[in-house]
């Protein structure tokens, strides 16, 4: 499967941004999906994930109450909308699919990566 991410861009401490995953292929519906993200000098790390069906999703401390990831398979298409952002959000944002269905937040059990999408959140 390939993913593509978009919907990055500045934004100001407090706002709002959706990030948007498309997937090509005919089996989206069997990919658990992950975003994770990596801010400058640090390593990547987890941010939300969401199973198969979109019923079971689990999000990183920091972005509890934020966050929203979402999927609609229909459209191959796996959504991550952040609310109140922080400076500290400020990272290059990454969609990523896992085929065995694991649910895990390892980014080691991911298959497959987007390329990256930047989100800035101006103080």
């Known amino acids: 499967v390939q993913l593509q991410a978009s919907g990055g861009g500045l934004v100001q401490a407090g706002g709002s941004l959706t990030l948007t995953c498309a997937a090509s292929?005919?089996?989206?519906?069997?990919?658990?999906m992950a975003w994770f993200r990596q801010a400058p000098g640090k390593e990547r790390e987890f941010v939300a994930r969401?199973?198969?069906?979109?019923?079971?999703?689990y999000y990183t401390d920091s972005v509890k109450g934020r966050f929203t990831i979402s999927r609609d398979n229909a459209k191959n298409t796996v959504y991550l909308q952040m609310n109140s952002l922080k400076p500290e959000d400020t990272a290059v944002y990454y969609c990523?699919?896992?085929?065995?269905?694991?649910?895990?937040?390892?980014?080691?059990?991911?298959?497959?990566w987007g390329q990256g999408t930047l989100v800035t959140v101006s103080s």
């Open positions: 990523a699919a896992d085929r065995d269905g694991l649910l895990t937040r390892d980014q080691s059990g991911y298959d497959y």
């Open positions: 292929g005919r089996t989206f519906s069997t990919y658990v």
């Open positions: 969401i199973s198969r069906s979109g019923g079971s999703t």
